[in-house]
């Protein structure tokens, strides 16, 4: 789950993390007082106006500006909200449609009075499952695109593993803050800004901390300028206060109709759709798929149970995608029967009113025979197998 750059503020906030303050607004009309108000928290005199949407290089779009007086935090606000802002980042690209930006961020300008004396690092955290540490990923080449940097100057990126059992050790964060060139009160500033940034990290069971740029301002303060921050999905429920978070609006559709249904689904490229149920058999399928020539469209398991009104909604989630062109159910009764699949699938068949594309099930485990005669005896246009060779040699047949 992806926060937007205010919620990852405020999150990085509780963690005594220093960030550039600012004030959110969904509405045009309240950009004047919210600078004034935001002019009375920090004494700024100019403001930056940030899109607020779950992608990177908004300023590339022209989702950053800065305002230099009242009349252009009102222009710009006016202009950024509201409009559907292209980056690299967004679906399709700078050709794609982009997103649609509903909520703006005015923030302090944090770069004054000494812009000159104000130095960009780049700082993230992730997990480095190779190593299985934590990682903490730093530059003196903030404000960039990473990747860019780390192809044409990769000695100018550094890393930091953390063993989770010991934590984040002193001697570590000082090795941050001497590699980035810092020396004085910015040295000390880094290595608390390191810790407590760290903190924030493992206490929100978050996947990724991008704070990019990592800002020195000209009296050595260190601040999160930006960040982005990726939620691990598994222990929201240790977080309820940051799951209420959820902007569902910038998600795939298909994924958050998925996700009311209890269905874990992620959309690919491919032509064959797959409805599965169990994350490792979900991969060897689409591994079969690939193998039998086919392209899987989506990752989809329907978890241990798999009722006609859950296969039905994972039919209807798969059609949405006008790629499919065929569609192969493979279950495993362990937790669930067989036959109960089986009856799950010829009754939502029924209710959809029919299936264009060629279908495929594969039910193998507790009553598979019983299943098997439950699909052949259907009438419905329904390619029933037992082992998982069978299932891929039909794949190929409906695709030739």
């Known amino acids: 789950m992806n926060l937007h750059e205010y919620q990852g503020k405020e999150l990085l906030q509780k963690y005594g993390v220093a960030i550039q303050r600012g004030i959110v607004i969904d509405d045009a009309s309240k950009a004047l007082s919210a600078f004034e108000e935001l002019q009375k928290e920090t004494g700024t005199e100019f403001a930056v106006i940030k899109a607020q949407i779950h992608a990177g290089g908004r300023g590339k779009g ?37 997103k649609l930006v509903r909520k ?47 192809e044409k100057t990769p000695h100018l990126v550094h890393k930091e593993h953390v063993d ?32 407590k940034l760290y903190a924030a990290f493992v206490g929100s069971d978050a996947s990724l901390f991008e704070i990019n740029p990592c800002l020195k301002t000209g009296d050595d303060r260190i601040l999160a300028v930006d960040c982005k921050v990726s939620l691990d999905n598994n222990a929201l429920y240790r977080h309820k206060d940051l799951a209420e978070q959820r902007d569902e609006s910038e998600e795939d559709p298909t994924e958050v109709e998925a996700r009311k249904h209890g269905l874990n689904y992620v959309k690919l490229d491919g032509n064959v759709g797959c409805m599965v149920n169990g994350a490792g058999l979900a991969m060897a399928t689409m591994d079969i798929i690939k193998l039998s020539g086919g392209d899987p469209a989506n ?19 798969i059609l949405r995608d006008k790629n499919v062109k065929a569609i192969l159910i493979n279950i495993f009764g362990g937790i669930v029967r067989c036959d109960r699949v089986a009856n799950g699938i010829v009754d939502a068949y029924k209710n959809m009113g029919g299936i264009d594309v060629p279908l495929i099930v594969r039910l193998q485990g507790t009553n598979a025979d019983v299943a098997k005669k439950i699909i052949d005896e259907s009438g419905l246009a329904v390619h029933s197998a037992i082992l998982l060779k069978d299932a891929a040699r039909l794949v190929t047949e409906v695709l030739a």
Not at 68 to 91: A, D, F, H, R, S
Not at 173 to 183: E, N, Q, V
Request: hydrophobic share 40%; proline share 4%.
């Open 62 to 98: 022209g989702g950053v500006k800065l305002a230099k007086n009242k009349e252009e935090v009102v222009e710009n606000v006016n202009n950024i909200l509201g409009m559907m802002l292209k980056t690299p980042q967004t679906p399709g690209g700078l050709n794609g449609p982009g």
């Open 104 to 150: 703006v961020l005015i923030a302090e300008d944090v770069y004054a009075p000494d812009f000159d004396a104000c130095k960009e690092y780049y700082i993230s955290i992730m997990m480095d499952r190779a190593k299985k540490r934590n990682v903490i990923i730093y530059s003196t080449e903030g404000g960039m695109n990473i990747e860019e940097v780390a």
């Open 299 to 317: 990752f989809l398991d329907v978890g241990g149970t798999a009722d006609a009104e859950r296969v039905e909604a994972g039919f209807r989630i």
């Open 164 to 195: 989770p059992a010991l934590g984040l050790l002193p001697f570590q964060m000082r090795k941050i803050a001497f590699d980035l060139g810092l020396s004085g009160q910015a040295f000390k500033e880094m290595t608390r800004f390191i810790s």
